[in-house]
Antibody
Framework: EVQLVESGGGLIQPGGSLRLSCAAS????????MTWVRQAPGKGLEWVSI?????????YYANFVRGRFIISRDNSKNTLYLQMNSLRPEDTAVYYC????????????WGQGTLVTVSS | QSALTQPASVSGSPGQSITISCTGT?????????VSWYQQHPGKAPKLMIY???KRPSGVSNRFSGSKSANTASLTISGLQAEDEAHYYC??????????FGTGTKVTVL
């Protein structure tokens, strides 16, 4: 079955760090672009970051996370990651990983999401 | 990166057609034909409904159609059904390897 399963969310204090994981099955993460999208409680979707396919995979970020978040992948584990540092209360959201077929620039498969709550 | 503008809500009766607009700028939506639309039911992950402005992924009903003109994209749902009640989001490539979502529209089936 082709699917994405996120994990790693939880309650974290402001200024803390958290690493989210997104395990893929049924396809190869390294062969696709992969992205993170978040959704604050009761709010809309917000694009966070993307990692391109291939050996020299480029990584790109939304302005509001640049310098704080790092997207990466482990090809041997077929898993995507989002390292989140210097977390702020406004980073509280459900974080979704999604697959981006290189031919479409659209997010064609999504995980179920993992909730990150930044609060003291 | 400012969010694309969508109406907060749109409603229609079963069987009717509704259209959701998505307005951007010449820097994002107006510069690329890379608009996608997502349906999201409460508590669920988004689902891709339209990509590249007007293409439907396999398995998506042909009641859903998309179009784009200048800085505005549109999603039309024909033959509205109860299961279409959900939030809908547009998304566009915004240049420099970034993307931007719309503000979201709640569709209500009366």
């Amino acid at each position: 079955e082709v699917q994405l399963v996120e994990s790693g969310g939880g309650l974290i204090q402001p200024g803390g760090s958290l690493r989210l994981s997104c395990a893929a099955s049924g396809f190869t993460v390294s062969s696709h672009y992969m992205t993170w999208v978040r959704q604050a409680p009761g709010k809309g979707l917000e694009w966070v970051s993307i990692i391109y396919s291939g050996g020299g995979a480029g990584t790109y970020y939304a302005n509001f996370v640049r310098g704080r978040f790092i997207i990466s992948r482990d090809n041997s584990k077929n898993t995507l990651y989002l390292q989140m540092n210097s977390l702020r209360p406004e980073d509280t959201a459900v974080y979704y990983c999604a697959r981006v077929p290189v031919t479409t620039d659209a997010f064609d498969m999504w995980g179920q999401g993992t909730l990150v709550t930044v609060s003291s | 990166q400012s969010a694309l503008t969508q109406p907060a809500s749109v409603s229609g009766s079963p069987g009717q057609s509704i259209t959701i607009s998505c307005t951007g700028t010449s820097s994002d939506l107006g510069s690329y034909n890379l608009v996608s639309w997502y349906q999201q039911h409460p508590g669920k992950a988004p689902k891709l409904m339209i990509y590249e402005g007007s293409k439907r992924p396999s398995g998506v009903s042909n009641r859903f159609s998309g179009s784009k003109s200048a800085n505005t994209a549109s999603l039309t749902i024909s033959g509205l059904q109860a299961e279409d009640e959900a939030h809908y989001y547009c998304c566009s490539y915004a240049g420099t390897n970034t993307y931007v979502f719309g503000t979201g529209t709640k569709v209500t089936v009366l």
